[in-house]
């Protein structure tokens, strides 16, 4: 909008995943109780504890699943301390493993069942590509740009912001169908967000604003 005076067309071309995400095959090893995935700095905009909640409740309805919230924590703020305490007192469902290099984090999103992202603002919303890439199920709230991410996602469930009970409803649903993982939605990340398709769609454009120069 600020540049439109000034600019005769403007491209919208998505950031990429990455490739690793691709390349390795998908290797689902789901066993035991379903694993839910939460991925991200533990901070107020990520909405972690307000998550721990949901979770809590869910467990005290007796569904049986296993939360693991992976990114950084410190106790030197609030939130942080909170949520840090929140997984001690509930390990028997909660876990926080830390923070994992991109090998360990593929390995994680294959051997659970889905991504829950309930981030209170979101610019692209990377981690939800790079969890649809590798087939888990999604569940979040409607910011920014994870609804562009999910068009066209068969089986990605995504709540107006803040809804907290809508978001539990959907998670409860889906354990009871026995959490399956998603299907398709890999080969619509590919689609997209693959770097080959990115790049190639980037030389298009500068192909086009050359052309119109000459």
Known sequence: SVVRPRSRRTW???NAVRQAFFDEPVRCSPSGDPILLNVGMVCPRKRQNELVAVARELNQDGAKFKIHFLGMATREKPYGAQFLDSVEQNRAFISFPGFKPTGELIQSFDAASA?????????????VAEALARNLKLFGFKVGGVADIVQDVDGAELVADGDWRGLK????SWLQAGAPRLESARAVMRKKYHPEVVAARHMEIYREVLSKRS
């Not at 991504?115 to 981690?127: A, Q």
């Not at 409803?169 to 409860?172: H, T, Y």
């Open 12 to 14: 919208r071309v998505p």
């Open 115 to 127: 991504l829950v992202h309930v981030p209170s603002e979101e610019s692209f919303g990377l981690v």
């Open 169 to 172: 409803n959907a998670i409860k």
